[in-house]
């Protein structure tokens, strides 16, 4: 009697146990799951304005949705137009956060009046001068040096947009810079010029590299010679200084300057500044 009634006492301690056991690990469970996962942190939705030379915006239509998958929370504006304009418009009070000309003159002009920070200036990558020309016509126009021979000449304006300032320099160390200016349309931007030798108002044009392989309706003459240009064609880009959005800015510019945006440069023939 002992013996069985030992028995029939230990068989529901036993098994009250084994329900506590497993009650404790539902809730153990249960509770871990509740635990919010702290591994991914969270980002505000920022926007930022990137004023950039008219020559990178095919380029960049490409580069910010790629940013943008990267860093969703992060959305870009572009604004395009000559370098000369946007630095003038900064200079006026463009909100942008992140500026990149297509000439080291006007991002030294923002550095020097303190509007661009000047540890974040990088120049990031280069381009050439090219001559062109309506894609099927003929001209007797070979090159820089016989320019003058034809009858309208598009090139942009010196006193704003880097390709006629590399033009003008060009020109004038070739010595025909007299002669061409007396032809010359001159252009608000390169993008202006390009589009006028393509829709044949203009016999020839100077432009970037990158500009004339994206259109169809150009052929290039020549590239400008070598020794008719002071210094390489670098385009720099750097954060504005009265941003409030660096951070965001900082990881657009690493991202251009990453093997994936480099490699979308090239693709529209820029080469990255060594």
Not at 11 to 25: E, H, Y
Not at 92 to 101: I, K, N, R, T
Request: proline content about 5%; glycine content about 8%.
């Amino acid at each position: 009697m002992k013996k069985e009634g030992i028995l029939t006492f230990g068989r529901p301690l036993a098994l009250f146990a084994l329900m506590s056991l497993a009650a404790a690990q539902l809730f153990a469970g249960g509770k871990s799951e509740a635990v919010p996962n702290k591994a991914e942190p969270e980002h505000q939705p920022v926007t930022i304005l990137v004023a950039a030379a008219a020559s990178l915006q095919y380029s960049y239509q490409e580069l910010i949705p790629l940013f943008q998958e990267q860093y969703p929370w992060i959305t870009v504006d572009g604004t395009y137009d000559s370098s000369g304009k946007l630095q003038t418009q900064i200079e006026q009070g463009l909100e942008a956060d992140v500026f990149m000309s297509a000439a080291m003159t006007q991002m030294n002009n923002l550095v020097k009046g303190g509007l661009v920070a000047a540890d974040s200036v990088k120049p990031l990558l280069e381009n050439k001068i090219v001559l062109i020309k309506p894609a099927g016509t003929v001209t007797p126009v070979t090159g820089f040096e016989n320019c003058a021979q034809a009858k309208i000449i598009a090139l942009g304006d010196p006193a704003s947009v880097p390709a006629g300032q590399y033009a003008k320099e060009a020109f004038t160390s070739l010595g025909n810079w007299d002669a061409v200016s007396a032809r010359a349309s001159f252009g608000t931007n390169v993008t202006e010029v390009l589009n006028w030798v393509g829709e044949g108002s203009a016999e020839v044009g100077v432009v970037y590299a990158t500009d004339a392989a994206t259109s169809k309706k150009v052929e290039i003459i020549a590239e400008a010679p070598a020794g008719s240009l002071s210094a390489k064609v670098l385009y720099p880009i750097g954060i504005v200084n009265a941003s409030a959005k660096k951070d965001a800015a900082k990881l657009f510019m690493d991202f251009l300057a990453s093997p994936d945006g480099l490699a979308i440069f090239l693709k529209y023939g820029f080469a990255g500044n060594k």
